[in-house]
């Protein structure tokens, strides 16, 4: 990691000031430069210190960089690809905080050269909250990352992104980027559809007698929807099929209540309570949770 001078972060948003904040919290001769196309968020940035420098320029944000990450909506990865291609210098790190990753690994393949080093990361980290002013220095303590390198990825870029995720607090796995799509299409992408859907299938009337735990499931619903359009759009046949699934096992609730079949509607809420326990113990037995 010696060698590294600068990270610039292309998107400030929650995701991109966090990571600004947190390299500059564990690499303190680390350079942090950020670039975002509004003006009032460089505006911002600039006031509350986020990185040591904030670009008007993409191109000149990335040109003496050693490593960029793209934090901006996923469908702008293979522009801003196209757009930097020609500023970065030879053996820079290219990666990102996206969602999805297969579909972003193409882009880079085609859009990039072949002196810069794409790996797709993934921080599973962030919250509901959006906006240059929620950055946190602390957001990926104890989050997993996933990095998905494909057969003609570079080994050496690897190895650099997991020691630098592992210093922002990070437990990293690596996985194909594919293998990453199928298993974020059912844990993250159809919760958050589920949650919308939730919220779009009640009243503002009926809303207005939610408790806690109608507030707890829907949280996630609250998230920007021209990041989560991006989101759905670039891995839609895993989340149809991740629909179907669901779909199917509200079927089954609406066949046992329906018909009075109180054995069948307990069986089914006591699978999920012990499904639910097993993996949340994993979690804390990989101090994931707290």
């Not at 420098?53 to 909506?73: E, H, M």
């Not at 990926?140 to 390198?149: E, K, M, N, R, V």
């Not at 992408?189 to 009640?202: C, F, K, Q």
Request: hydrophobic share 45%.
């Amino acid at each position: 990691m010696r060698h590294l001078r600068q990270i610039t972060v292309i998107g400030l948003g929650l995701l991109g000031s966090s990571v600004c904040l947190a390299v500059s919290r564990a690499f303190s001769r680390m350079k942090t430069a950020g670039f975002t196309h509004r003006p009032t968020t460089r505006a911002k940035a600039r006031r509350l210190k986020v990185a040591d420098i904030v670009f008007d320029d993409i191109r000149k944000s990335v040109a003496d960089a050693d490593v960029v990450i793209l934090a901006t909506p996923i469908c702008t990865f293979g522009r801003i690809f196209s757009e930097i291609k020609d500023a970065l210098p030879p053996g820079c790190i290219v990666t990102d905080v996206g969602s999805t990753k297969v579909l972003p690994c193409k882009w880079a393949a085609k859009r990039l050269p072949k002196n810069i080093y794409y790996v797709g990361s993934h921080p599973i980290a962030g919250s509901e909250q959006r906006g240059v002013e929620f950055g946190r220095d602390d957001l990926f303590d104890g989050a997993l990352c996933i990095l998905t390198p494909t057969a003609n990825t570079n080994r050496s870029a690897v190895a650099v992104l997991k020691k630098f995720w592992s210093a922002l607090g990070c437990f990293v796995k690596v996985m194909p980027p594919a293998a990453h799509d199928i298993i974020f299409a059912n844990v993250s992408h159809l919760p958050h559809i589920t949650a919308a859907a939730l919220v779009n299938a009640s009243n503002a009337q009926e809303l207005k007698f939610a408790g806690k735990g109608f507030m707890d499931t829907s949280r996630i619903a609250s998230g920007p929807a021209n990041i989560w359009a991006d989101v759905l759009l670039t891995n839609a046949q895993n989340i149809s099929r991740g629909i179907d699934r669901l779909t199917g096992e509200l079927s089954k609730f609406k066949k046992a209540v329906r018909s009075g079949d109180r054995k069948k509607i307990q069986k089914l809420l006591e699978s999920a309570v012990l499904k639910r326990k097993s993996f949340v113990k994993y979690k804390m037995s990989r101090k994931e949770l707290v």
